[in-house]
């Protein structure tokens, strides 16, 4: 066996006549962070969600860590983490007895404070989930996630609706996950995100891969192929200069 | 996961969810404070429906005997003497509003010696849809007649009756309509809650997301089985405490009976709310399907109304429904001291429905 953490291979679904992931195949490495693009509607839910184990895969396999996804769905469960794209969270309940349940879910008991405290919730640990703003809610659902140490996190579209500072703490925090030997996968539409976090990208568009490397290659092959970008001599955006007036510390 | 693992897991959904129900202001009333109004209003018309009559009487006689009346009358249980009222006009607008049940008249010459001994007649008004207030009123009056002839004339009484209580006891209105609203707390926290919170956690994805880890569908149930009967316990024992202090609730079953008893009322019912809820992806599913099963079975479980009241065919068909046994088996117990080898039967049927219900309960759930 290679050091693959995930390998899928010929996945499909259908919904009806339409197919929406056509026979798909691709490999995550172990600690790497790999990036599905693609535009709205090009199958990167549904391929998540059926590696995922919340949807019935049609045909093809993925395996995670070796294990079929389709056929030990409680086994895979257990290994994986997942970070929905707009996660919810019951009210009225304090976030350290959430931490408490899905670390319960895992069949683990955990010390709730101190998972808190490494994301800077240690403060908020008594209060309700409605009570956070978008960026903590955005940090204590990744949190939850890891409650069991995962081999695999999967996020998907995870700074949509971000400001620019939450947005980059979050990339801090996905590098540092890596670095406790965490496989992520993530979907985003952020060519910027995937750029400063993923190792290797795979661009999907109508259920099919079309491109699969890392960033430097693809753009790489892209000049290679001719293209010829209008030269810009700024060496800064407005994105620097929103940063630069604002600061680059994180609010609420 | 080893099975410990897995019921560690019940256990923090349960302590947690518990906790939460505590915050949440609207299912507090609805699981503790909606009972115990509906308990407190059916309370209160079954006090007034003991009975007694509402008269005024309008003495016009100056003698002793008809003074004497009047004191007895007002001191009588059955009658409810209205003092304010001194005038037939006065009377008649009460009783034609049904305020009053009848007006008593004691003539002018009543009480007046006649043949050495004092005689009269009171005469007994009242309106059409009176009559039958109207006759046992004269009946009551005869009887106090009766007596105070016996005083005067001293003839042998050859028949007479008289009146002893058993030891046997018999099922007041109350003691009905409390095992009606006890099934009623049931129905409202087994099947309301589910219904309304289920959808509401599928629409926020929270299921979803549960769904992702290896939480299994019953560890969900039991959860939330444990949580439904410890707030269901605790609201009936809060209308317990309010009908033994307020409205003299008789209790003679053991207690040991009665509290397993209810709460696999209270796990049966649930079933139903569980089923609704996981079935159903949004709210507007819900309400409907729910609406069907839940009036019904309100009304021909015995409720609200006794089934007896019902024609004999039609208690037949509703002896079957879930919420009848429940409802039954607690009146068995708590009023006629039966425990719970006497009421197979209605184990049995809560039994046979457990099974069915939770089989359809654990096919139509859905996370999302």
């Not at chain 1, 339409?18 to 790999?34: P, W």
């Not at chain 1, 949807?55 to 409680?74: M, N």
């Not at chain 2, 002893?164 to 609203?181: P, V």
């Given at each position: 066996?290679?050091?693959?953490?995930?390998?899928?291979?010929?996945?499909?679904?259908?919904?009806?006549?339409?197919?929406?992931?056509?026979?798909?195949?691709?490999?995550?490495?172990?600690?790497?962070?790999?990036?599905?693009?693609?535009?709205?509607?090009?199958?990167?839910?549904?391929?998540?969600?059926?590696?995922?184990?919340?949807?019935?895969?049609?045909?093809?396999?993925?395996?995670?860590?070796?294990?079929?996804?389709?056929?030990?769905?409680?086994?895979?469960?257990?290994?994986?983490?997942?970070?929905?794209?707009?996660?919810?969270?019951?009210?009225?309940?304090?976030?350290?007895?959430?931490?408490?349940?899905?670390?319960?879910?895992?069949?683990?008991?955990?010390?709730?404070?101190?998972?808190?405290?490494?994301?800077?919730?240690?403060?908020?640990?008594?209060?309700?989930?409605?009570?956070?703003?978008?960026?903590?809610?955005?940090?204590?659902?990744?949190?939850?996630?890891?409650?069991?140490?995962?081999?695999?996190?999967?996020?998907?579209?995870?700074?949509?609706?971000?400001?620019?500072?939450?947005?980059?703490?979050?990339?801090?925090?996905?590098?540092?996950?890596?670095?406790?030997?965490?496989?992520?996968?993530?979907?985003?539409?952020?060519?910027?995100?995937?750029?400063?976090?993923?190792?290797?990208?795979?661009?999907?568009?109508?259920?099919?891969?079309?491109?699969?490397?890392?960033?430097?290659?693809?753009?790489?092959?892209?000049?290679?192929?001719?293209?010829?970008?209008?030269?810009?001599?700024?060496?800064?955006?407005?994105?620097?200069?929103?940063?630069?007036?604002?600061?680059?510390?994180?609010?609420? | 996961?080893?099975?410990?693992?897995?019921?560690?897991?019940?256990?923090?959904?349960?302590?947690?969810?518990?906790?939460?129900?505590?915050?949440?202001?609207?299912?507090?009333?609805?699981?503790?404070?909606?009972?115990?109004?509906?308990?407190?209003?059916?309370?209160?018309?079954?006090?007034?429906?003991?009975?007694?009559?509402?008269?005024?009487?309008?003495?016009?006689?100056?003698?002793?005997?008809?003074?004497?009346?009047?004191?007895?009358?007002?001191?009588?249980?059955?009658?409810?003497?209205?003092?304010?009222?001194?005038?037939?006009?006065?009377?008649?607008?009460?009783?034609?509003?049904?305020?009053?049940?009848?007006?008593?008249?004691?003539?002018?010459?009543?009480?007046?010696?006649?043949?050495?001994?004092?005689?009269?007649?009171?005469?007994?008004?009242?309106?059409?849809?009176?009559?039958?207030?109207?006759?046992?009123?004269?009946?009551?009056?005869?009887?106090?007649?009766?007596?105070?002839?016996?005083?005067?004339?001293?003839?042998?009484?050859?028949?007479?009756?008289?009146?002893?209580?058993?030891?046997?006891?018999?099922?007041?209105?109350?003691?009905?309509?409390?095992?009606?609203?006890?099934?009623?707390?049931?129905?409202?926290?087994?099947?309301?809650?589910?219904?309304?919170?289920?959808?509401e956690l599928k629409k926020m994805g929270i299921l979803r997301r549960l769904h992702t880890t290896p939480l299994r569908v019953w560890q969900y149930f039991l959860s939330a089985m444990l949580g439904n009967s410890v707030s269901g316990l605790l609201s009936i024992a809060l209308m317990f405490i309010v009908a033994l202090i307020v409205f003299d609730l008789k209790v003679i079953g053991s207690y040991l009976s009665l509290v397993p008893f209810l709460v696999f009322g209270i796990v049966l019912i649930l079933g139903i709310g569980l089923a609704l809820g996981g079935w159903a992806k949004n709210e507007r599913q819900a309400a409907p399907l729910g609406n069907i099963i839940v009036f019904p079975m309100m009304f021909l479980s015995g409720t609200f109304f006794p089934r007896f009241l019902m024609p004999e065919w039609l208690q037949g068909i509703t002896f079957y429904i879930p919420l009848t046994p429940v409802i039954d088996g607690a009146r068995m117990i708590m009023a006629e001291g039966k425990n719970l080898i006497d009421i197979w039967p209605q184990l049995g049927i809560m039994a046979v429905w457990l099974v069915v219900i939770y089989v359809i309960a654990f096919r139509v759930f859905r996370w999302e």
């Open positions: 066996m290679s050091n693959n953490i995930l390998e899928v291979s010929k996945l499909t679904k259908k919904y009806g006549r339409k197919t929406v992931v056509k026979g798909i195949s691709f490999e995550v490495r172990e600690g790497e962070i790999f990036g599905i693009l693609g535009p709205n509607g090009a199958g990167k839910t549904t391929t998540l969600e059926m590696i995922e184990t919340l949807r019935p895969i049609d045909s093809g396999t993925a395996l995670i860590d070796g294990i079929d996804v389709s056929k030990e769905q409680y086994k895979i469960r257990s290994i994986i983490g997942v970070q929905p794209q707009s996660p919810g969270f019951q009210d009225k309940t304090k976030l350290t007895e959430l931490i408490d349940m899905f670390a319960a879910s895992y069949g683990k008991k955990v010390d709730a404070r101190s998972i808190l405290d490494q994301v800077d919730l240690g403060d908020r640990a008594n209060s309700f989930v409605e009570n956070l703003s978008g960026g903590q809610k955005q940090r204590f659902s990744i949190v939850t996630a890891l409650v069991h140490n995962p081999r695999v996190f999967f996020l998907d579209e995870p700074t949509t609706g971000l400001d620019p500072q939450a947005r980059r703490n979050l990339w801090k925090l996905i590098k540092q996950i890596r670095k406790k030997g965490i496989s992520v996968i993530i979907t985003t539409h952020y060519m910027d995100e995937a750029e400063v976090l993923c190792d290797r990208i795979a661009i999907m568009d109508r259920g099919e891969i079309i491109a699969l490397d890392t960033p430097k290659k693809l753009i790489k092959d892209l000049l290679n192929r001719g293209f010829k970008k209008r030269q810009h001599v700024e060496q800064a955006n407005l994105e620097d200069v929103f940063l630069d007036l604002t600061g680059k510390e994180l609010r609420g | 996961m080893s099975l410990r693992q897995k019921f560690l897991t019940v256990w923090v959904f349960f302590i947690v969810n518990l906790k939460r129900l505590f915050r949440d202001r609207m299912a507090l009333f609805f699981t503790f404070l909606f009972p115990l109004i509906f308990l407190f209003v059916f309370g209160a018309l079954n006090r007034s429906t003991s009975l007694s009559f509402k008269v005024a009487i309008i003495n016009e006689s100056q003698t002793i005997v008809a003074t004497e009346f009047v004191k007895n009358a007002t001191a009588n249980k059955i009658l409810k003497v209205n003092s304010e009222v001194k005038d037939f006009a006065h009377a008649n607008q009460l009783m034609s509003r049904g305020e009053l049940d009848a007006t008593i008249e004691l003539p002018k010459e009543f009480g007046e010696i006649k043949n050495g001994l004092p005689s009269g007649t009171a005469i007994v008004h009242y309106t059409q849809n009176n009559e039958q207030a109207a006759q046992t009123i004269t009946s009551i009056l005869d009887t106090q007649f009766q007596e105070i002839n016996a005083k005067f004339t001293r003839m042998p009484k050859p028949f007479s009756v008289t009146r002893e209580q058993n030891n046997e006891h018999s099922l007041s209105t109350f003691d009905y309509t409390f095992t009606g609203l006890l099934g009623f707390a049931i129905l409202g926290a087994g099947i309301f809650g589910p219904m309304n919170y289920f959808p």
